[in-house]
């Protein structure tokens, strides 16, 4: 649905994008992260028309954005991290401006428009003007012109920024509800939101693709051990030389006391091997249970903290 080509963006002698290239699937949720300077913010002017590229394409459903804006323009909704928003309008007098800027046919717009705002929310405060409106609900309202005549893609700048729990759960839901009909590119700062919603992330730094994957297979692919946390009922002693003498088994480290002869332990192993099953039956034969037993393998906040860490540390 979007094909990103070679991309540069000069600003005089700096190179804000150095030739940067990636796809995104229809229908995926791709999750798009960098630290501040990175580059996000352009790349994502560029993909919606706001700014033009110095090199490279970018395709829209086919279209290119320089040969065929309007067309890519059409199947854009762009929502960025502060929407500008009409604050002396009603929410539903601005989506019905948004709409006809959008070209939403006549005889659909008061439909389409109940629509978004049943989808977002919305209907209850369609009467109100926008700037007596919370910072949640003008985050919906940002949302909803995102929506307004239903792009193929929807193009998310920090759609959570300044939200309390409650609403970020809500607007989360939304967003993975919008995925089954929508193609996302999302850019944000809260990573754990991050690693919820999106199926592949595009992590750039200093206007590289440092990183292009599924969170789960970024997480396989860093380091050479996998961390477990293991609560093991059982003598402290009689576990550790246990499960020292299992094949792949790097240290173990007894970590808190749950109860009596109750530990819980971190145990590290060789990354290409499964250590579960042999820790299970080597256990069971001394009669030391397996209470609970999690992965503490990288985050997503991990990868991305390494990622960027690496790359100044080699410069310096």
Known sequence: MVEIQNLTRNYGPIKALKNISFTVERGEILGFLGP????????MNIITGYLPSSEGTVKVGGYDILENPKEVKRRIGYMPEHPPLYMDMTVEDFLDFVSDLKHVEKKKKKSHIAEIM??????????????????????????????????DVLVLDEPTVGLDPRQIIEIRKLIRDLGKRHTV?????????????????????????????????????????SRLSVTIAGPK????NCIKEIYGVKYIEPHTEKEKDVFNYIVESDKSIDIRRPMFFALAKIGCPILELKSLDLSLEDIFLQIVTDEKEVEQ
């Open 36 to 43: 501040n300077g990175a580059g996000k913010s352009t790349t």
């Open 118 to 151: 049943e989808l977002t929310k919305l209907t209850e405060a369609r009467g109100r003007l926008i700037k007596n409106l919370s910072k949640g609900y003008r985050q919906r309202v940002g949302l909803a012109q995102a929506l307004a005549g239903n792009p």
């Open 185 to 225: 590119i999302l850019s944000s700062h809260i990573l754990p939101e991050v690693s919820a919603v999106c199926e592949r992330v595009v992590i750039i730094n200093k206007g590289e693709i440092a990183a292009i994957d599924t969170p789960e297979n970024l997480s396989k692919g860093f380091g050479s051990s």
């Open 237 to 240: 002693s009689s576990v550790s």
